[in-house]
């Protein structure tokens, strides 16, 4: 039991270096990432050039590990939750395929992703795309919002 219970903290530890370091590399990524870089890692994770022409530039940080819009099947006028959303990528592209009448709404811990996010949003009169300074475990949505979930190796949904 000893040995167990001594791994178990050794464990912890780990997880809290890695969450450190993916704080650091977020803030590292929201001041501006390689535009070609970031295209080549989106490539690398799924998504087409017909995906990449719907998301602003200033939207693709070269973060994630796959395309969950791809696995969503989003229909027009669907409500879409992103859960860590970061600068909005998977959301913008949510907001392209669920049109007018629906609506992208996102959800992130680190406020400089959000404040990127609505600028963008802004820059780019994207009105159907909604950024929330959150943590997950924290939002306060009535019930039945939304019509699909996705994360972006936020969470393993």
């Known amino acids: 039991f000893f040995f167990f219970s001594s791994r178990r903290r050794h464990t912890r530890c780990r997880e809290v270096s890695w969450a450190r370091r993916c704080v650091q590399e977020t ?3 929201v001041k501006g990432t390689n535009e070609l870089y970031a295209h080549s890692v989106a490539k690398t994770a799924g998504y087409t050039e017909e995906d ?3 998301i602003p530039p200033e939207a693709s940080l070269g973060l994630g590990c796959g395309n969950s819009v791809a696995e969503a099947n989003l229909k027009q006028g669907d409500f879409v939750l992103d ?3 970061g600068a909005g990528m ?3 592209l949510s907001g392209t395929k669920v049109g007018p009448n629906g609506k992208a709404v996102g959800v992130d811990y680190s406020e ?4 990127r996010g609505k600028e963008v949003a ?3 009169n994207r009105n159907n795309v909604e950024f929330h300074f959150c943590p997950i475990d924290a939002m306060t949505f009535p019930s039945n919002s939304f019509d699909v979930v996705i994360s972006n190796c936020v969470l393993n949904l």
């Open 112 to 115: 400089d992703m959000v404040k």
């Open 90 to 92: 998977d959301l913008f």
């Open 122 to 124: 802004k820059k780019y």
């Open 27 to 29: 803030a590292i990524a």
């Open 83 to 85: 859960l860590g959303c």
């Open 52 to 54: 990449l022409a719907q």
